[in-house]
C-alpha cells in the first residue's frame, strides 16, 4: 500500500521556469514532512522539510506548500537551473511512532537550458 | 569531515551466495537504516536499528538480515534467499528515531547479478 503519491514521474522544464511537483498522503498521522534531492549514483540529500502547523515553508529558490485538510504538499522550485537536474522524493513520518520515513515514487526533473 | 560511508560502490553476486554491504558512520548517530531503490521507484525500508544490538525488520526484510555491533556499524547482507537482488542500496542514519531527526544518507552499492 503506496502511502505517499508523488506526481509527476518526471518534469521538463526551462531555465528559468517554475518547477512543481506534488505528493498526496493517507495517514492522518503523519506530521513531518521532507523532501529529498538525489543525483545519479549519489544518495538523496534533504533538501527542505515542513510541519503540519503551517503552510508554507521557503528555502532560497525551494518552498513547500502544505494542504491540510487536502492532506497534500507540493515542492515548487523557482528560477529553476540546470544544476537542478536531478531525482526528488517527498516523504512523510509520524513523530509518534518514530522517525520511519514513507517516501514517494520520486520525480525525475530535467531543465533545459 | 562527518558523514557515511558505503562500500563497496558496486557489488556483483553469484547464484546461491550470500554477499554483505558496509555502512560506516561517524555521525555519532544512535540510528541507522537500510533502503533499497529499484529504478523509477522510491525507497523501500528493508532494516533499521535504533541502538547497538538492536534492529526492527521494515517493509522488505525477507531474504536480508543485519547485525549492529557497534554504534558506527551496520552491515547488510543479502542472503540467497532473496531471489531479486539487484538494485541500489542505501543506508541513512539519524540522531534518534524521535524528534523529527533528519535522516543522512551515504552514497549507495549498486548490487547486480553476474
Known amino acids: 500500500q503506496q502511502q505517499v503519491k508523488q506526481s509527476p514521474q518526471s518534469l521538463i522544464v526551462q531555465k528559468g521556469g517554475i518547477s512543481i511537483i506534488n505528493c498526496a498522503y493517507e495517514n492522518t498521522a503523519f506530521d513531518y514532512f521532507p523532501w529529498y534531492q538525489q543525483f545519479p549514483g549519489k544518495g538523496p540529500a534533504l533538501l527542505i522539510a515542513i510541519r503540519p502547523d503551517v503552510s508554507e515553508k521557503k528555502e532560497g529558490r525551494f518552498t513547500i506548500s502544505f494542504n491540510k485538510s487536502a492532506k497534500q504538499f507540493s515542492l515548487h522550485i523557482m528560477d529553476s537551473q540546470p544544476g537542478d537536474s536531478a531525482t526528488y522524493f517527498c516523504?512523510?513520518?509520524?513523530?509518534?511512532?518514530?522517525?520511519?520515513?514513507?517516501f514517494g515514487g520520486g520525480t525525475r526533473l530535467m531543465v533545459k537550458p | 569531515d562527518g558523514g557515511i560511508t558505503q562500500s563497496p560502490k558496486y557489488l556483483f553476486r553469484k547464484e546461491g551466495q550470500n554477499v554483505t554491504l558496509s555502512c560506516e558512520q561517524n555521525l555519532n548517530h544512535d540510528a541507522m537504516y537500510w533502503y533499497r531503490q529499484d529504478p523509477g521507484q522510491g525507497l523501500r525500508l528493508i532494516y533499521y536499528?535504533?541502538?547497538?544490538?538492536?534492529?526492527q525488520k521494515g517493509d522488505i526484510a525477507e531474504g536480508y538480515s543485519v547485525s549492529r555491533e557497534k554504534k558506527e556499524s551496520f552491515p547488510l547482507t543479502v542472503t540467497s534467499a532473496q531471489k531479486n537482488p539487484t538494485a541500489f542500496y542505501l543506508c541513512a542514519s539519524s540522531m534518534g528515531l524521535v524528534e523529527r531527526q533528519p535522516q543522512h544518507f551515504g552514497d549507495g552499492t549498486r548490487l547486480s547479478i553476474l
Open positions: 536499528s535504533q541502538i547497538v544490538n538492536d534492529f
Open positions: 516523504a512523510a513520518s509520524n513523530g509518534n511512532a518514530g522517525n520511519m520515513l514513507t
